[in-house]
């Protein structure tokens, strides 16, 4: 079963209709769309990491009872250019790009921006508008009916097209139908820059920023009534390792280093003013965040946590044939943290950890940046 994580999909689905097991309530109708890896070779070439796979959009119709499905690839410029030449053109997470350049090439490539369509992990839908995502900036839109590719967003607002960065899952507020997120430049210092996505237009428009020692990886945030809230985990990336990584033959993820010795810092931004207030705690790795919300003056976070990002590492494709997915591997632990507060004095965070269905609560000290 393991090995369905990594084979590759060969063929694009016209509408078909689902074997269903049990019965679907008549009340449950709409459309799910999903975005994912699902191509890892191109030739004889062997994409290396799951993160690599080129994207392939599905969608899931739900009516009277009844599922369809169709999926395509998507046309992004890293999926069309690597097809069309037979082997793989771009730079991606875990993999070397363009066996066949030049010294000449790769040198000079050093003073171009790194880029990344190949937008393989999730979806963002803005007003009648739908796009297809990664951890990089750019946003490859496509037909939400068909599923064709219309193409890059190309974004006219001040950030243009110069930030490298921005996370895979953006924020969502159904309320003021606001979406948030972050786009970081990386550069000698980490440069985070908070914006809101305008509706349907993509307009990115910032309410806040953040300047670090170091650019870090970031995947997802979390949203309060009052607070984005933006965690800088000790993932950092060597700018000089990413500038000179084709030249060095180095993929994106051999240029990311883990200092544990910094901890992770909550960044808890206002959402008007653009204020930021700092937690710092203890260093981990995650991915994703569970929920978030305010109980008075107090702000509260679930995570899910790994000790390390060696999760990482393991999802190179070799790693996966050979071991597959063992469980208890990566464990992730649960945890809330809470009681981020708006005084003026040392806070700390009452630590929940949710293993099976033991609970068993900590008391950790938070430091206030």
Same mark, same amino acid.
């Given at each position: 079963?393991? =090995?369905?994580?990594?084979?590759?999909?060969?063929?694009?689905?016209?509408?078909?209709?689902?074997?269903?097991?049990?019965?679907?309530?008549?009340?449950?109708?709409?459309d799910?769309?999903? /975005?994912?890896?699902?191509?890892?070779?191109?030739?004889?070439?062997?994409?290396?990491?799951?993160?690599?796979?080129?994207?392939?959009?599905?969608?899931?119709s739900?009516?009277?009872?009844?599922?369809?499905?169709?999926?395509?690839?998507?046309?992004?410029?890293?999926?069309?250019?690597? $097809?069309?030449?037979?082997?793989?053109?771009n730079? =991606?997470?875990?993999?070397?790009?363009? *066996?066949?350049?030049?010294?000449?090439?790769?040198?000079?490539?050093?003073?171009?921006?790194?880029?990344?369509?190949?937008?393989?992990?999730?979806?963002?839908?803005?007003?009648?508008?739908?796009?297809?995502?990664?951890?990089?900036?750019?946003?490859?839109?496509?037909?939400?009916n068909?599923?064709?590719?219309k193409?890059?967003?190309k974004?006219?607002?001040?950030?243009?097209?110069?930030?490298?960065?921005?996370?895979?899952?953006?924020?969502?507020?159904?309320e003021?139908?606001?979406?948030?997120n972050?786009?970081?430049?990386? %550069? *000698?210092?980490? /440069?985070?820059?908070?914006?809101?996505?305008s509706?349907s237009?993509?307009?990115?428009?910032?309410?806040?920023?953040?300047?670090? *020692?170091?650019?870090?990886?970031?995947?997802?945030?979390?949203?309060?009534?009052?607070?984005?809230?933006?965690?800088?985990?000790?993932?950092?990336?060597?700018?000089?390792?990413?500038?000179?990584?084709?030249?060095?033959?180095?993929?994106?993820?051999?240029?990311?280093?883990?200092? *544990?010795?910094? %901890?992770?810092k909550?960044?808890?931004?206002?959402?008007? $003013?653009?204020?930021?207030?700092?937690f710092?705690?203890?260093?981990?790795?995650?991915?994703?965040?569970?929920?978030?919300?305010?109980?008075?003056?107090e702000?509260?976070?679930? &995570?899910? &946590?790994?000790?390390?990002?060696s999760?990482?590492?393991?999802?190179? &494709?070799?790693? &996966?044939? @050979?071991? %597959?997915?063992?469980?208890?591997?990566?464990?992730?632990?649960? @945890?809330?943290?809470?009681?981020?507060?708006?005084?003026?004095?040392?806070?700390? =965070?009452?630590?929940?950890?949710?293993?099976?269905?033991?609970?068993? @609560?900590?008391?950790?000290?938070?430091?206030?940046?």
């Amino acid at each position: 079963m393991d =090995s369905l994580i990594y084979k590759s999909v060969e063929k694009e689905t016209s509408n078909c209709n689902l074997e269903i097991q049990g019965q679907i309530p008549e009340w449950l109708s709409g459309d799910l769309i999903r /975005n994912g890896p699902a191509k890892f070779e191109v030739g004889a070439y062997k994409l290396n990491h799951w993160f690599d796979g080129y994207s392939m959009i599905h969608k899931f119709s739900i009516q009277n009872g009844k599922v369809s499905y169709k999926s395509k690839f998507l046309q992004s410029k890293d999926y069309i250019r690597s $097809t069309s030449a037979n082997y793989i053109k771009n730079r =991606s997470w875990g993999t070397v790009a363009d *066996p066949c350049a030049s010294i000449f090439n790769k040198f000079f490539s050093a003073f171009s921006k790194p880029e990344a369509s190949n937008a393989s992990v999730s979806i963002l839908k803005n007003g009648n508008r739908i796009a297809a995502v990664s951890d990089f900036s750019s946003m490859v839109e496509f037909d939400f009916n068909t599923l064709e590719t219309k193409g890059d967003i190309k974004f006219s607002d001040q950030f243009g097209n110069d930030y490298m960065f921005s996370a895979a899952h953006s924020c969502y507020d159904p309320e003021t139908k606001e979406i948030y997120n972050c786009l970081g430049k990386p %550069g *000698p210092k980490g /440069n985070f820059s908070f914006v809101k996505i305008s509706e349907s237009t993509f307009e990115r428009k910032p309410f806040g920023s953040l300047s670090a *020692p170091k650019h870090t990886y970031f995947h997802s945030y979390a949203l309060t009534k009052n607070y984005f809230i933006f965690l800088e985990q000790p993932l950092e990336l060597n700018i000089w390792q990413l500038m000179f990584s084709r030249f060095l033959n180095r993929p994106y993820e051999a240029c990311y280093h883990w200092k *544990p010795e910094n %901890g992770t810092k909550f960044h808890l931004v206002n959402r008007i $003013t653009g204020e930021v207030k700092t937690f710092k705690s203890s260093a981990f790795f995650f991915f994703h965040t569970v929920n978030a919300f305010e109980e008075g003056d107090e702000v509260l976070i679930d &995570l899910c &946590l790994y000790k390390d990002p060696s999760v990482i590492k393991d999802l190179y &494709l070799d790693k &996966l044939k @050979q071991n %597959g997915l063992k469980k208890g591997k990566h464990e992730f632990t649960l @945890q809330s943290y809470n009681k981020f507060t708006n005084r003026n004095s040392r806070s700390y =965070s009452a630590l929940r950890r949710l293993s099976g269905s033991a609970f068993l @609560q900590h008391e950790k000290v938070m430091q206030i940046l």
